[in-house]
């Protein structure tokens, strides 16, 4: 959907990866590794980069007028992949801890490293969570969850929204992007977890006047979701 811009890594350990770049509003580009092979956790999705752009926009980030949502909030990102969201989020000072199995923390530790230089005010580091086990590591609740592209494997809609249940206080907002998919087994898969997830969640979609107006799709939806008051 939108243009990859990759290169061939120079060097032979580096074979194994891709890059795709993600520029800031400011001109600076986030390089985001890939691997070649891998699960789906190993590229950057459409999704991903829709989320990463939507921090960015005005509401929460206009250096011009002083505003900066993200400078010192503490944000946890889930099923982070390459970590891409969550590196933009502490690129624009955000103290973020990014989350993902066992198997992609070599490739999210990798990201990190490349683009520290990007990171003045914020933090990120990278940490296993697997849904549905203890997340008390990651209390008390962060003031924002990220999630890119995580509503699409059946077994893992229901441990997803008890890890949600488990990590989000009153004050919480998660900011979910998930492309809309068609084929299959998904129309069912994204039914089922929103209706688990209304059960203590309020669910917000975000108009895509209020996205950033080049990294945007109708396939592609943004929500703003938060615990239900007791």
Known sequence: MFPVESNMAADADESQYFVREIERNDGCALKVKQCYLGDVGCVVWDAAIVLAKYLETSQFYEPSSGVNVWSGSSVLELG?????????????????????????????????????????????TAKVLKWGEDVSEFLPPPRYVLMADCIYYEQSIVPLVESLKLLCGPETC?????????????????????????????????????????????????????????
């Open 80 to 124: 982070a992949g390459t970590g891409a969201v969550g590196l933009m989020a502490a690129t624009l000072g955000a103290q973020v801890t990014v989350t993902d199995l066992e198997d992609l923390q070599s490739l999210l530790r990798v990201n990190i490293q490349d683009n520290q230089e990007l990171i003045d005010h914020g933090s990120i």
């Open 174 to 230: 998660i900011i979910c992007c998930y492309e809309q998919r068609t084929e299959g087994v998904n129309p069912e898969v994204e039914r089922r977890f929103f209706e688990l997830l209304q059960q203590n969640f309020n669910c917000e979609k975000i108009p895509s006047d209020k996205q950033d107006p080049e990294f945007s799709s109708p396939d592609i939806h943004i929500l703003h979701i938060r615990r239900k008051a007791l």
